[in-house]
T-cell receptor, first 116, second 110 residues
Framework: EAGVAQSPRYKIIEKRQSVAFWCNPI?????LYWYQQILGQGPKLLIQ????????DSQLPKDRFSAERLKGVDSTLKIQPAKLEDSAVYLC??????????????FGEGSRLTVL | TQLLEQSPQFLSIQEGENLTVYCNSS?????LQWYRQEPGEGPVLLVT?????EVKKLKRLTFQFGDARKDSSLHITAAQPGDTGLYLC??????????FGTGTSLTVIP
């Protein structure tokens, strides 16, 4: 079974530029998450999708971050314009079916963003 | 935001020693999970605990969920260099939101 795919693995941009990250979850996983992980810290939930609908985006900085999952499969996370503090690893995860709050999160390898 | 604090933040021990990592929150969760993350990779699930007071053992790892379902601990017996990594607790609610702890970076020295 193929895992969660993310691209690009690494991206370096100047502040105020834009960047987009792509995620393809495990086939059949309806729930998809984007997390931001700053070096040495735990992942912070940015947005949760159920199929192509947003379930929770309360921690997404909506003035600069946007995300979509148009067909309920692939997802894109965009940052525009980027700030220095956006330097982090952006992790995508999909959730295997399970009871409420008991499913397993499967993560991709992440996209490491450096903003100069 | 549901905050989960882990302690200690960093831990460096000799091979063969025992250790305990703590995960504390003021929130009640449906379940509590523990993940391990290695450099350049995403976190990988170790265990899920659901019932208050539950204890699960996975070889040399013992996980406990607090009676009030707000806190958890991870105990490793006879640590090995292969246990090195970032250990993360994650609390989940019924809406399937998973909130991660602050992380504990473990280094086991051969």
């Amino acid at each position: 079974e193929a895992g969660v795919a993310q691209s690009p693995r690494y991206k370096i941009i100047e502040k105020r530029q834009s960047v987009a990250f792509w995620c393809n979850p495990i086939s059949g996983h309806a729930t998809l998450y984007w997390y931001q992980q700053i070096l040495g810290q735990g992942p912070k939930l940015l947005i949760q999708f159920q199929n192509n609908g947003v379930v929770d985006d309360s921690q997404l900085p909506k003035d600069r971050f946007s995300a979509e999952r148009l067909k309920g499969v692939d997802s894109t996370l965009k940052i525009q314009p980027a700030k220095l503090e956006d330097s982090a690893v952006y992790l995508c995860a999909s959730n295997s079916p399970g009871g409420a709050g008991t499913g397993e999160l499967f993560f991709g390898e992440g996209s490491r963003l450096t903003v100069l | 935001t549901q905050l989960l604090e882990q302690s200690p933040q960093f831990l460096s021990i000799q091979e063969g020693e025992n250790l305990t990592v703590y995960c504390n929150s003021s929130s009640v969760f449906s379940s509590l999970q523990w993940y391990r993350q290695e450099p350049g990779e995403g976190p990988v699930l170790l265990v899920t605990v659901v019932t208050g007071g539950e204890v699960k053992k996975l070889k040399r790892l013992t996980f406990q969920f607090g009676d009030a379902r707000k806190d958890s601990s991870l105990h490793i017996t006879a640590a090995q260099p292969g246990d090195t990594g970032l250990y993360l607790c994650a609390g989940a609610n019924t809406g399937n939101q998973f909130y991660f702890g602050t992380g504990t970076s473990l280094t086991v020295i051969p």
